[in-house]
């Protein structure tokens, strides 16, 4: 596996070693020894996956403490832009956030620690997204931030995406108060 810093701290991109043939393929997607190694000593609790048409965006979502989440995120097929926003109050990238594009041809994966609000928008119909969790989800916990805040200078690149009523009445990031 290579695991690859991004410009905010915590947040890593991993890329499995893939071993393919003419049968298949076959990569690990979470070995805990090669994860300690790299810094994510953690245990994951809760495993979810979702489905989606093309275009629904979901987040930006989090857990706030006690029920802070990290999250191993991943697409099993299709494909989509994967986000994660800083909202740790005293990081000095607060606010700042890293996009990329997984997909089931490149089968990287995205780590995002606890402290970071995360969505995603689906580029395929039929996508399949998984994540592991490193705590169990908790409704009073949840947290939602507007997802097309102006501030946040998020490019998703689709004027139109598919929302949950959740997603449309996320909190404007400058009325925004970090529980991090």
């Known amino acids: 596996m290579e695991v690859i810093e991004t410009e905010i701290k915590g947040l890593l991109i991993i890329k499995p070693r ?8 076959f990569f690990e997607s979470y070995n805990q020894d090669v994860f300690k190694k790299h810094g994510i000593d953690v245990n994951f609790m809760q495993d979810n996956q979702s489905l989606s048409s093309s275009n629904v965006l979901r987040g930006l979502h989090f857990q706030a403490p006690p029920f802070a989440q990290g999250k191993l995120v991943r697409v099993i ?20 956030h890293v ?38 989800y908790n409704k009073e916990s949840e947290g939602c931030v507007l ?31 970090s529980p991090f």
């Open 18 to 25: 893939v071993f393919a043939d003419a049968r298949g393929y």
């Open 77 to 96: 097929t299709g494909a989509v832009l994967d986000v994660a926003v800083d909202i740790r109050k005293e990081s000095p990238t607060y606010g700042k």
């Open 99 to 136: 996009a990329l594009e997984l997909n089931e041809e490149n089968k990287t994966m995205f780590y995002i620690p606890p402290g970071f609000a995360h969505g995603f928008l689906t580029l395929r119909d039929q996508t399949i997204f998984s994540y592991k969790c490193t705590n169990v």
């Open 147 to 177: 997802w097309n805040d102006p501030d946040l200078g998020i490019d998703w690149n689709c004027p139109n995406p598919i929302l949950s009523e959740k997603d449309i009445s996320g909190t404007p990031f400058k009325s925004f108060s």
